[in-house]
């Protein structure tokens, strides 16, 4: 048994759910405070005439760090929701009728690359065989990490493959791949770790083997059913929720963290966790108890954020998959605009994702419901004349690329950008997924789950370890509980 048994957790999103979860389990008395209406932070859903979207993550990624997590709890993911591969996973338009379908098996991609370029079919074979011993050393030895030690990246494998931290994942994509084409598709999943493939480690090609060997899954009814699962099973550990709750102090006595403020009340406690953006958390401290300051937080990489339009259309769409990434212009110079020169890029690249076209449920029958992001960089002016501008440019290409007429089918669109991640989730810069896991900013060198300046307080989510996406949120959950309260 722990001496201390009230914990607050600021935020509900994936890495508070799963701390939530974790810590109930050990025998604490947990309450989470969410500022917005609804739980599960970015994952939020937008429902109007019959249409749903899923207003931040669409990419089921990674099943078997869900199957752990509810594992953990003598669970199965089926106990809460239905869980289908999607075939294809997902489809890269590169040109008008130059479609690459990414299928559901190693060998049909393999076939697939084989007919872009000779030869690539067993390079890929032999490439991801590598990805997936960095995958299991990742899952195994690594991602579970507190990120307190650069010991924590030393194991047998690591140590072996050092040069895999030494050198990027477009190096070494390029070494084995000529056709540009294969070469976006095997540096498009490092874009989940939020930065450039130049700047990200060629170990995290891990990442090509829960694209290519795991697969891209779909829970029907889309991703707020892993929220609902978690929160109902957070609720049968003894959670309890408090929304439209947004806190905005921690309170602290001899540099002790002791609750928190919400309007005029103070909620005491003998631990605060906080999954809220990390940056906004210290904001909530008297500045002296703030470990970051302004100009470190400058000076990291930050991922994207993004402009994204959600629409309903009035007819079943053509030569769509369920996900679809617009690479028919230079990459490169895309990225560029977000992370060297930050500026509105001149010729975007983006994702279109049509739930329904899997998956009935997400629209009215013969309709589809749509949405769009494009990555942008965190902290560009936002404007409506630039959202405007930008939902023609992508619609007229859209239009173009697969032959069919869209824009006077919407029915109605609601637009997301900068401005709304700051003032929906205090977001930094209006970052959508966080900080990115380059090189300088991964495991140990991130900023820390436990504070340094004041006791009791801790830290979880997208901008400590192990990083964004909804994945490693369940993970940080996990690990933080673990920190407080060690098996
Ligand atoms: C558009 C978009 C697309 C994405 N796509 C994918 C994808 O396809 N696959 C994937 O794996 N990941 C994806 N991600 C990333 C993934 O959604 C996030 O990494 C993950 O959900 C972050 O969880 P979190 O718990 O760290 O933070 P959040 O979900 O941001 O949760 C933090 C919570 O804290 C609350 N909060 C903030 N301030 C306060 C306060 N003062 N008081 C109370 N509450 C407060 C916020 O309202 C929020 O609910 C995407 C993200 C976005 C935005």
Redesign the pocket.
């Known amino acids: 048994m722990y001496d201390v048994k009230k914990v607050i957790i600021?935020?509900?999103?994936?890495?508070?759910?799963?701390a939530a979860c974790h810590l109930a389990k050990k025998g604490f008395e947990v309450e989470v405070?969410?500022?917005?209406s609804?739980?599960?932070?970015?994952?939020?859903q937008f429902k109007q005439d019959g249409f749903t979207f899923?207003?931040?993550?669409?990419?089921?990624?990674?099943p078997d760090v869900f199957d752990r997590f509810f594992a953990e709890f003598g669970k199965k993911v089926s106990d809460y929701y239905e869980l289908d591969r999607l075939d294809p996973g997902y489809q890269v338009v590169f040109g008008k009728d130059d479609v690459f379908q990414v299928h559901d098996s190693i060998e049909k991609i393999a076939d697939r690359f084989e007919k872009e370029e000779k030869g690539s079919g067993k390079k890929l074979i032999s490439f991801l065989k590598q990805a997936k011993r960095n995958y299991d050393v990742a899952i195994e030895d690594l991602v579970y990490k507190p990120g307190i030690s650069p010991l924590e990246l030393i194991t047998p494998v690591t140590v072996k493959n050092v040069g895999l931290f030494l050198t990027n994942i477009r190096k070494q994509v390029e070494r084995s791949f000529t056709s540009s084409k294969l070469r976006s598709l095997l540096q498009f999943p490092v874009l989940?770790l939020g930065a450039k493939p130049e700047q990200t480690p060629a170990f995290y090609n891990f990442m090509n083997y829960a694209d290519f060997g795991l697969g891209t899954w779909h829970p029907k009814g889309g991703?707020i059913q892993i929220v609902n699962a978690m929160v109902s099973l957070a609720k049968e550990l003894g959670v309890s929720f408090h929304t439209d709750?947004?806190?905005?102090e921690i309170i602290t006595k001899n540099k002790k963290a002791t609750g928190?403020r919400?309007g005029e009340t103070v909620f005491e406690a003998d631990i605060v966790v906080?999954?809220?953006?990390y940056h906004?958390?210290e904001s909530?401290l008297q500045a002296p108890l703030r470990v970051y300051s302004e100009s470190y937080w400058k000076k990291k990489v930050f991922?994207p954020s993004?402009l994204?339009f959600y629409m309903g259309i009035d007819k079943k769409l053509d030569k769509l998959a369920h996900h679809n990434l617009f690479f028919d212009v230079d990459f490169e110079k895309h990225a560029s605009s977000i992370y060297d020169t930050p500026e509105w890029p001149k010729e975007p690249l983006f994702y279109v994702n049509l739930p329904s076209s899997s998956d009935q449920s997400m629209a009215p029958k013969g309709k589809e419901a749509c949405f769009i992001?494009i990555p942008i960089a965190p902290d560009l002016e936002d404007t409506q004349a630039l959202r405007d501008k930008y939902y023609d440019i992508v619609l007229t290409r859209m239009e173009e690329l697969t032959g069919q007429k869209i824009k006077e089918h919407v029915m109605f669109k609601k637009s997301?950008c900068v401005l709304d991640?700051i003032q929906?989730?205090?977001?930094y810069k209006g970052n959508?997924?966080?900080m990115a896991n380059t090189l300088r900013q991964t495991a140990f060198l991130r900023p820390k789950l436990k504070s340094k300046k004041v006791e009791d307080l801790y830290f979880?989510?997208?901008?400590t370890v192990p990083?964004?996406?909804?994945?490693?949120?369940l993970i940080?959950?996990n690990i933080v509980a673990d920190m407080i309260a060690p098996l």
């Open positions: 600021i935020g509900s999103g994936f890495s508070s759910l799963s405070f969410e500022k917005n609804t739980l599960g932070g970015r994952a939020r899923d207003m931040g993550p669409s990419w089921y990624w990674m989940f991703m709750h947004p806190v905005s928190i919400v906080s999954g809220a953006d906004h958390t909530l991922a993004s994204l992001l997301f991640f929906d989730y205090n977001s959508a997924y966080g979880t989510g997208q901008l990083g964004p996406g909804v994945p490693p949120a940080s959950g």
